[in-house]
């Protein structure tokens, strides 16, 4: 019998032992009662400031009544609206409790020890993760100086092991995209054993002429993109994303995902937020687009140097992790929460959210005070 105080000798996979559980940003409500301050300003999770639109917020309360029962487990009325709206045939989408679930199932789809995902780093802490619970190898290419994923340096990484190369554009921590004809032309250079991803976490935040994974898809090209209802649409605490992809992945991702993994009330919140998207998504893309410059231009007025970003955040460098650190708890101290870059890769730097012009505001202020304290 396992004794109460740990856990039977050998339990978890010996491929475990060296992997650390996800760190979260701080949540908003851990700060007030830590140091019991009222007004915080949580600007450390790429959500973005929008809530859900009026339509999903209208959908998800009349769905509450009928969670008595599991959602549809094939989550059909969500791929259809996606199939309408993308262009593409339901066959071809795989709905997912966030991208979050879609990496985890295609890293439990394609990798064993030996095998290996390519992806640039510093980068999205999940795939790193999804790799190493596989006890797979993940190969790491630099990124290029303006934070976007460096592709010829990936394409190097590819090898005969490599199973996945992931591209993250906008790449998270640092905002960086790459364009849209290098995209492709770098998939045209990879080997046919390989199944290329794009995570476009970000896509709607992307400036007009940015990449379109899932027009790669619609023309018939063997990658996968990754979207998700998390940021633009403002509904991260449901958690529902989606794959575009060939059909036979989309089939084969059937065996490992969970047979009730995207619940009711998400995917008709995705369902309203789809059908309201253009009358919402302009003014909300063209704010954060304008606040990020505010917040870049404010952050090189205090002397720091902020990536050029196409996304809800930016990444700045504090020149070392001590001085990341130091920074980041003066803003802590004072209500401000960002996120200390060092889980994806970047131990120097900071990642800061953009949000409402009074939050971007009050996060300028208060740097100023973190950076002379
Ligand atoms: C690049 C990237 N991919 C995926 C995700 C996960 O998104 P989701 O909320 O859909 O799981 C994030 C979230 O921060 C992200 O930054």
Redesign the pocket.
């Known amino acids: 019998m396992a004794k109460t105080d740990g856990l039977p000798e050998g339990l978890a996979r010996p491929a475990l032992s060296g992997v650390r559980p996800y760190e979260p940003g701080r949540p908003a409500d851990d700060v007030r009662r830590e140091l019991g301050i009222e007004s915080v300003v949580k600007l450390a999770?790429?959500e973005g400031p929008f809530e859900p639109m009026p339509a999903a917020l209208e959908a998800i309360r009349a769905a509450a009544p009928a969670q008595r029962l599991y959602p549809d487990a094939g989550a059909w009325a969500l791929r259809d609206a996606l199939a309408a709206h993308l262009g593409v045939d339901a066959a071809q989408i795989m709905p997912?409790?966030?991208?979050?679930?879609?990496?985890r199932f295609l890293c439990t789809l394609t990798l064993d020890p030996g095998d290996e995902l390519a992806m640039c780093w510093p980068?999205?802490v999940?795939w790193r993760q999804g790799t190493r619970v596989q006890g797979a190898t993940l190969r790491t290419a630099p990124l290029g100086a303006d934070g976007a994923y460096d592709l010829d340096a990936l394409a190097d990484e590819v090898g005969p092991q490599t199973k996945l190369v992931v591209v993250?554009s906008?790449?998270?921590p640092t905002g960086g995209a790459v364009g849209s004809s290098a995209l492709a032309a770098f998939l045209d250079r990879l080997p046919e054993h390989v199944l290329p991803v794009v995570?476009e976490?970000?896509f709607e935040y992307l400036p007009e002429g940015g990449h379109d994974a899932v027009g790669l898809v619609r023309e018939g090209r063997a990658v996968a993109a990754?979207r998700?209802?998390?940021?633009a649409y403002g509904l991260?605490g449901l958690?529902?994303?989606y794959l575009v992809g060939p059909p036979p992945l989309v089939t084969a991702l059937g065996v490992v995902r969970n047979a009730f993994d995207v619940n009711a009330v998400a995917q008709a919140a995705a369902i309203a937020s789809l059908a309201e998207g253009s009358a919402h998504l302009p003014e909300r893309m063209a704010l954060i687009a304008s606040e990020r410059a505010a917040v870049a231009a404010g952050l090189r007025a205090l002397g720091l140097d902020p990536l050029p970003s196409s996304a809800n955040f930016v990444l700045v460098d504090l020149g070392s992790p001590h001085r990341a650190a130091a920074v980041n708890a003066a803003l802590l101290q004072r209500g401000v929460i960002v996120r200390p870059a060092g889980p994806f890769g970047a131990p120097a730097a900071l990642r800061i959210t953009i949000g409402w012009p009074e939050e971007n505001a009050r996060m300028l202020a208060t740097m100023g005070e973190a950076l002379s304290g």
């Open positions: 999770s790429n997912g409790a966030g991208i979050d679930a879609l990496i980068s999205f999940s993250v906008p790449n998270n995570d976490a970000y990754l998700t209802f998390s940021k991260a958690r529902v994303g």
